[in-house]
């Protein structure tokens, strides 16, 4: 389906409430957005050995956020590598802004440029499914694809479907990790959603199931953004 106008949409979502498997859906229905996952930026960085990646992965592991300056300077410069910096362009961000300090300071890199967010879902799903859904969670590294052994299944046990290359557990996926991880998302939340619901910009839809939530945010994005019948 084809948008009639740029759309810059931000998901916000507890880890866990299926913004990967969200944003796979939406790049297959809406072909131009191209999507960007702070998490997954974070996690392909950790292999280079260089004194960043030990400090990034020292945050990971212990469930922290990393500390907003860093996480600017890293997107930042990311966003602008992909010459997303500009009113014409259409893309998504998973995981970032995090906190209402990321917010602000992504949108002074964005605004001059007349890029900025444009649409703020916020995905609104129980907690205790969460708990679960993370304990069934296994993914693809190297491309960020997610499976769950639940309701998502690789085709092939532990295998992704499209290389055939072994999936993992991510090393925060434990209960303890989990649990601080959603402590700290509820903390940075009502001070973010102000943040956007003062530039009228945000909109929450609410279910357990990607299944539920899906049919909603892609309601918005065609109701917003696109032609009903195109
Ligand atoms: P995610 O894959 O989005 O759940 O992110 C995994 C981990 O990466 C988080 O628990 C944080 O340690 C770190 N991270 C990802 N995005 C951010 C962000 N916007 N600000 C700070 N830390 C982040």
Same mark, same amino acid.
């Given at each position: 389906m084809a948008l009639v106008?740029?759309?810059?949409? #931000? +998901?916000? @979502?507890a880890p866990g409430s299926g913004k990967g498997t969200l944003t796979s859906r939406l790049l297959k229905q809406f072909p131009t957005i191209s999507s960007l996952s702070s998490g997954d930026i974070l996690r392909s960085q950790l292999s280079s050995g260089?004194?960043?990646?030990?400090?990034?992965?020292?945050y990971i592991k212990e469930g922290k956020l990393l500390p907003d300056k860093l996480m600017v300077r890293l997107i930042g410069g990311e966003l602008d590598k992909r010459n997303w910096l500009n009113k014409q362009s259409t893309? #998504? +961000?998973? @995981?970032?802004?995090?906190?209402?300090?990321?917010?602000?300071s992504l949108d002074q890199v964005?605004?001059?440029?007349?890029a900025s967010i444009n649409m703020v879902v916020e995905l609104d799903v129980d907690q205790k499914v969460i708990i679960d859904?993370?304990?069934?969670r296994w993914v693809h590294v190297n491309s960020g694809r997610v499976y769950n052994l639940d309701y998502?299944?690789?085709?092939?046990?532990?295998?992704?479907?499209?290389?055939?290359?072994?999936?993992?557990k991510r090393d925060d996926d434990t209960a303890e990790v989990v649990s601080k991880r959603l402590d700290l998302?509820?903390?940075?939340?009502q001070p973010l959603k102000q943040f956007y619901q003062e530039l009228n910009v945000l909109h929450t839809v609410s279910g357990n199931t990607s299944d539920i939530v899906y049919p909603q945010l892609a309601q918005l994005v065609i109701d917003n953004y696109s032609h009903i019948n195109n």
């Open positions: 106008r740029p759309l810059r949409l #931000l +998901l916000l @979502g260089t004194t960043l990646s030990h400090e990034i992965s020292s893309w #998504l +961000l998973d @995981g970032f802004p995090r906190t209402v300090g990321q917010a602000r964005l605004k001059p440029n007349e859904r993370i304990e069934a998502n299944p690789p085709k092939v046990p532990f295998k992704d479907d499209i290389t055939g290359e072994p999936l993992t998302y509820n903390k940075e939340l």
